[in-house]
Nanobody, 125 residues
Framework: VQLQACGGGLVQAGDSLRLSCAAS????????LAWFRQATGKDRELVGG????????FYADSVKGRFTISRDNAKSTLDLQMSSLQPEDTAVYYC???????????????????WGQGTQVTVSS
């Protein structure tokens, strides 16, 4: 599976932005998909994702109610709709995929085997 994220940019606080992740290779239907982000000097952290088993979305507490993740298995895409962006959302955003993952590891970068190259999101105050 090859992943490619796009859609990052420079926005102002309160703005919205949509990131997309396109996949090539095997169908994504069997994969749990997720977005992570990494701010300068910080560890990579989970933003949220969607399970392959039931398509339920899960989110980090910091983005609940502001970010929405969706997937289109037919198009092999994963989207991240971000609203009410804040300067603390500034980071490089990565999409990731895992074929075999258990609930207790959904937030661990090490549980995901495939990664996109990252796209920069900068939110100015």
């Amino acid at each position: 599976v090859q992943l490619q994220a796009c859609g990052g940019g420079l926005v102002q606080a309160g703005d919205s932005l949509r990131l997309s992740c396109a996949a090539s290779g095997p169908t994504l239907r069997a994969y749990t998909l997720a977005w992570f982000r990494q701010a300068t000097g910080k560890d990579r952290e989970l933003v949220g994702g969607i399970r392959s088993t039931n398509s339920n979305a899960f989110y980090a507490d910091s983005v609940k109610g502001r970010f929405t993740i969706s997937r289109d298995n037919a198009k092999s895409t994963l989207d991240l709709q971000m609203s009410s962006l804040q300067p603390e959302d500034t980071a490089v955003y990565y999409c990731a995929a895992s074929r075999t993952i258990i609930s207790s590891t959904l937030g661990r970068p090490s549980a995901y085997h495939y990664w996109g190259q990252g796209t920069q999101v900068t939110v100015s105050s």
